[in-house]
Structures are given as structure tokens and as C-alpha cells.
């Protein structure tokens, strides 16, 4: 590999992550790159694990969701692990699964049987307790390199900032919509009770707290029906 050629890529698609409009099209650009700049690699995706959940995001091909749908079954599989996030490993790789026998005995069989050559996982990202591990596959046995597993790795630290700063932008994006909102239902309950803006307020965080209902929630029911039922 020409990596002075490769860190110039790396770079351009580092810009490209950071302009996308949204957590999604990060997402789905994260998993194209790895795609087009990682040697062997015909399918990627991205597994987010919450407690026994499993679930596929930005998955370029069909397979990628029915091997994570695979794992999550057998509560096995070295994406499975990485997206659990093993204190000791961060990278997890099955070279050629014609040969790999012992890590995951049930797994590597019924892979194979779907198509699959090798394949590596690589932990992506963290996020209170959510895991998430960006997964790769060739159909090819011994497709992925030590030179892949170094793009791979690369491609995911820089992945992983991207992804990070767009969840950032989601959530103050977020929370301006919800101040927003909030504002607008403390304006309908004023105008409607003749009350003040302390009291209005007052008046949605004691709905919200006796019924058990985010104050965000609150506040979008008073403004889609004109008050508090």
C-alpha cells in the first residue's frame, strides 16, 4: 500500500465525515469508506449492542445484517465481542474461516455456509453503556492483511471523531428545538390560565413529574392540543 497515498484519502474522508447533515449519513459514509479504502473488503456495517439487543446500522449489503442477526443468536462472533468492548482486545479478526475452528465454534460454520471468507471488528465507539464495533467481510478467505487491519484501524480512530462530533451536533441541535418547544407550550398555558411565565413553567414540570412524562413530551402535547388535559 501507498500510504502516503492512503493518509491522503484518509484525510479527504475525514472532511467528507465531518460535513455530513446528520448522524445517519455519518454513519452510512463510515461504513462506505471502509468499503472503498480498506483492501479485501467487500461488506461493512456498524453493530450497536444494548444489554442483549442487537442492532445494524449503515450495513452496505444484506449479509452484514443477517451475520449480526447470527451473532446476536449465538451470543458469539468476534464483531459480537468488539462491540462489547474487551478490555484487552479492541481488534478482533478471523483470517480464513475454512481453517478458524476453536474462538467460536458455532459461529465460523454457519458463517461460512453464508458466504464468508474473513472478516474483522474493530471497536468504534462508546457511549454510557452502549458498544459499538465497526465490522468488515470479504467473501475471499485471507483477504484482510496485517496492512488491512492497519487501514481498518485508522479508518476507524478517525470514524470514531466524526461520529462523536455529529452526535454532539444532534443533541444540541435537540435541545435548542426542545427549549423551543417548551417555550412555545409555556406561552399557550399563559395565554390560556392568565398565569405567568414562573408559573407556567411550575405548571408542565409538575405534569411532567406526577405523570411520569419527560418535560419535553409535556411540552409537545400542549402544543399539538392547546393545553393540559
Excluded at 15 to 28: F, G, I, M, W, Y
Excluded at 116 to 143: H, K
Amino acid at each position: 500500500m501507498d500510504w502516503r497515498q492512503y493518509a491522503q484519502q484518509m484525510a479527504s474522508m475525514a472532511r467528507d465525515l465531518l460535513a455530513q447533515p446528520s448522524v445517519d449519513a455519518t454513519l452510512e459514509r463510515i461504513t462506505s469508506s471502509a468499503t472503498e479504502l480498506v483492501a479485501g473488503c467487500d461488506a461493512a456495517g456498524i453493530l450497536l449492542v444494548r444489554g442483549v439487543e442487537v442492532q445494524t446500522l449503515a450495513p452496505t449489503e444484506q449479509l452484514v445484517v443477517e451475520l449480526d442477526q447470527l451473532q446476536r443468536r449465538l451470543g458469539q462472533g468476534p464483531c459480537f465481542d468488539a462491540a462489547r468492548r474487551s478490555e484487552r482486545e479492541r481488534v478482533f479478526r478471523i483470517p480464513d474461516f475454512t481453517e478458524e475452528k476453536s474462538r467460536w465454534p458455532g459461529f465460523v460454520p454457519e458463517a461460512l455456509r453464508l458466504g464468508v471468507g474473513s472478516m474483522m471488528g474493530f471497536l468504534l465507539f462508546t457511549e454510557d453503556e452502549d458498544f459499538g464495533a465497526l465490522n468488515l467481510y470479504s467473501c475471499r478467505p485471507g483477504a484482510f492483511t496485517e496492512v488491512s487491519e492497519d487501514a481498518a484501524v485508522m479508518l476507524a480512530s478517525h470514524a470514531a471523531v466524526a461520529l462523536s462530533s455529529a452526535r454532539t451536533h444532534a443533541q444540541m441541535e435537540q435541545a435548542v428545538a426542545t427549549r423551543h418547544q417548551i417555550g412555545e407550550a409555556m406561552g399557550i398555558l399563559m395565554g390560556e390560565r392568565h398565569i405567568t411565565e414562573e408559573q407556567a413553567f411550575a405548571l408542565l414540570r409538575r405534569h411532567s413529574q406526577e405523570n411520569n412524562v419527560k418535560l419535553r413530551e409535556v411540552a409537545r402535547q400542549v402544543c399539538e392540543t392547546g393545553g393540559l388535559s
